[in-house]
């Protein structure tokens, strides 16, 4: 029985016996046990996921040999070029994620964070960089815009090292980014039914942000300054930047519901570990989301165990990546990202070669899922 659902009988019987402060009380506590509850609204069902996947399966669009000119459109294999922060391959990258969001239509809202920070030498270059992060936002069409909104908000970079030169990155990170927008086009029609049907969920300050960081690589040797650029820039502006709202100010990095950052993904026999006790609930929420659908048949790997552990609790473990800048200013985070790492890291071998097309596809559903069930999408899918 859940918590909710003991404090609502106690309520119930409290009125029932008609203790005033009693009753009092138990109200105070039902609030604080609701707001105490992660924003999941539910999980999708086995028929619901059937129907997700028939309607939007992941292959080919994440295939990394299929076509860039195929239709339906290639996802992964225009990320598979070499990316530096500033390069004609980073804007030719750059264009491919807007033009994906841009098909899929109304609700999507772009913001390009461009920026300019200082860089060590490399290739003979120094001085300053200009870096460009992608943030796209579905948010509800009649949210109240004097209640701070929420996102869900998930999160990988699509820039690539500058040494070893040709490296591409495919696991870190054009597999993660690609999930990302075949993500967001799962979701789409199922976010508009459900705010067309359900006129509450139109003023639902619940929306979904997906944010590609640039320059998350270091362009020399990884150091405080020298790595995280797009993720430094973004969360210090965030952080800065407020709005007034009828109990006081708020900032948009509190606007953050949960900061979901996927990294090194495309590899085989990936292991994921929980490491934060704060999110552990998502994390065991992504564990069940990917045992649903190992259960029905739909994933494609084959594994002696689950690629997300619950069980499995690296609290200690400290791997600098995209969400440290964030979670140093109380984000909630959860890092998806194997451990250990994929033998092909920062090497040339980082490439549509040394890709799992089975994990690829079974990574894109798991999350998918999850994310569905978080945004209240199953009856809608």
Not at 4 to 19: C, E, G, N, P, Y
Not at 45 to 50: A, G, S
Not at 65 to 88: F, V
Not at 153 to 161: F, Q
């Amino acid at each position: 029985m859940s918590a909710k659902f003991t404090v609502l009988t106690m309520v119930i019987v409290l009125a029932r016996r008609q203790s005033t402060v009693l009753l009092g009380l138990a109200l105070l506590l039902l609030t604080t046990l609701t707001a105490a509850q992660p924003l999941q609204r539910t999980e999708l069902d086995e028929d619901q996921v059937q129907t997700l996947y028939s309607a939007y399966p992941p292959l080919p669009a994440l295939d990394p040999h299929y076509s860039a000119g195929s239709s339906p459109p290639a996802l992964l294999s225009p990320i598979l070029i070499p990316r530096i922060p500033g390069s004609t391959n980073s804007t030719a990258v750059q264009n491919h994620i807007v033009n994906h969001f841009t098909r899929l239509g109304e609700g999507w809202t772009l913001i390009k964070d461009h920026f300019t920070a200082p860089v060590p030498e490399y290739g003979g270059l120094s001085g300053s960089l200009n870096f460009t992060n992608l943030i796209f936002k579905l948010a509800p069409p009649d949210s109240d815009d004097d209640i701070s909104a929420k996102y869900l908000t998930l999160v990988a970079h699509y820039d690539s090292k500058v040494a070893p030169h040709g490296f591409i990155g495919a696991t870190d990170s054009a597999v993660p980014c690609a999930i990302l927008m075949y993500l967001a086009e799962a979701v789409t029609a199922a976010s508009r039914r459900r705010w067309k049907n359900d006129p509450f969920s139109a003023r639902d300050e619940l929306g979904l942000q997906i944010i590609f960081m640039d320059g998350e690589e270091a362009m020399v040797k990884w150091s405080t300054k020298d790595s995280l650029y797009g993720a430094r820039h973004l969360a210090e502006r965030w952080e800065s930047e407020t709005r007034a709202y009828p109990h006081g100010r708020f900032s948009e990095i509190q606007n953050i519901d949960l900061f979901v950052l996927l990294d090194l993904l495309g590899a085989d026999s990936p292991t994921v570990p929980c490491f934060f006790g704060l999110t552990a609930w998502a994390c065991r929420q992504l564990a069940a989301a990917e045992a649903l659908v190992r259960k029905i048949g739909i994933a494609k790997s084959k594994v002696k165990t689950n690629f997300v552990n619950p069980t499995n609790l690296m609290t200690n473990a400290f791997i600098d990546d995209d969400h440290m800048p964030f979670l140093r200013k109380g984000t909630p985070v959860l890092h998806v990202i194997p451990v250990p790492f994929p033998v092909t890291w920062h090497t040339l071998e980082d490439n549509a070669k040394n890709l799992d097309l089975d994990v690829i596809h079974d990574w894109s559903i798991f999350v998918t899922t999850w994310v569905a069930g978080y945004l209240g999408l199953g009856e809608f899918v």
